[in-house]
């Protein structure tokens, strides 16, 4: 017996939460699958610092909604071109390869069905023709392994460019010009491209072929808790951006008519915790006061623009500074 569970929500928080509710729930002893889509979203691995991996001013511009998940592996950007899929089964303490192998193995196996050349890639791709199509992750519990992953389906890939930052190590190593073109459609690779709801059906159809299926239908109290989850976890800064945001930089940048200006500062945990400023520049109050109070702030660019707001930039600069010069470089 599988339970299915398809989400009515495109809300990233919500969809964490009832996937985490899910995965974490004794009362359904079977394996549960569960289909959802987001909107507009960059989801962040459980174990990145999330400013290091996305342009946050221009998705912030853009209203992306920025999540973190509870899993492992890389930053993603999601819209309703894609497909996400959870797949919460007994923990029979299989490796995580198997694990992969044994959950993704109906997806390939669907995609092949259609005349595509779908393949295992790398720690936990499937490719097709060597293009990513699908990236998953797993998470542990004493009882319960989720597997969860996306299928790229209609997703408009220019974003990514534009709201990752990637390593160019992880890059240069595979020899990428840029991560777009890395990934692609599938609705590209088809021969006959169908409606996404269309293939969302078919897949769900093939995945639980030959088992006995039951819908399920979350109850009001359940929705409760789900609500409550996400609005106490999945949408707070704590969770998306104070976690892993533990660590040094140096920024320097020379500006014409202004000077030379560099910041060097930590954090932990997405608190400043000391910061130091250095350069030519032509203030006369000096930076001190200006750095005591920036310390024990939150790593947030408009936490730190209203603290900046209240003090007097040409005294500490010179005259021709403006608030973006510091931001701009601390961010």
């Known amino acids: 017996m599988i339970n299915l569970v398809v989400s009515k929500h495109t809300n990233p928080y919500w969809n964490l939460a009832c996937e985490e509710y899910l995965t974490y729930n004794k009362n359904i002893k079977t394996p549960i699958f569960f289909l959802w889509q987001n909107q507009n979203t960059i989801v962040v691995g459980r174990n990145q610092n999330a400013y290091s991996e996305i342009n946050i001013e221009k998705a912030n511009a853009n209203n992306v909604t920025i999540v973190r998940r509870n899993t492992g592996g890389g930053t993603v950007y999601q819209d309703l ?18 694990n992969f192998q044994r959950t993704l193995s109906p997806i390939v ?4 069905s259609k005349n595509l050349n779908a393949n295992f890639s790398g720690r936990n791709d499937i490719e097709i023709d060597g293009f990513k199509v699908s990236g998953n992750a797993q998470l542990k519990t004493n009882d319960r392994v989720l597997q969860h992953g996306t299928l790229l389906y209609d997703v408009d890939l220019s974003k990514i460019n534009d709201y990752l930052i990637v390593d160019r190590t992880k890059m240069e190593s595979k020899k990428i010009a840029s991560v777009s073109s890395r990934v692609a459609n599938i609705s590209a690779l088809l021969e006959e491209p169908k409606d996404l709801e269309k293939f969302i059906s078919e897949l769900k159809d093939y995945y639980l072929k030959n088992q006995d299926i039951q819908e399920i ?8 808790i789900i609500d409550k989850l996400a609005e ?10 104070g976690k892993n945001t533990t660590f040094a930089k140096t920024a320097k940048v020379y500006l014409p008519n202004k000077g030379l200006l560099e910041i060097r500062f930590t954090t932990s945990e997405g608190y400043i915790t000391e910061i130091k400023f250095y350069g030519d520049f032509l203030g006369y109050l000096g930076t001190e006061n200006l750095e005591k109070i920036l310390v024990g702030q939150k790593y947030e660019k408009a936490t730190i623009t209203n603290v900046i707001r209240h003090l007097n930039i040409a005294e500490i600069f010179g005259d021709t500074f403006e608030i973006d010069d510091i931001t701009n470089l601390l961010f």
């Open 109 to 112: 196996e669907f995609l092949r």
């Open 232 to 241: 106490e976890k999945y949408a707070t800064w704590e969770w998306t951006f």
């Open 217 to 224: 239908e979350l109850t009001p109290e359940e929705v409760a």
């Open 81 to 98: 071109g894609n497909i996400c899929f959870s797949l919460i089964v007994e923990n029979d303490q299989k490796s995580i390869n198997e």
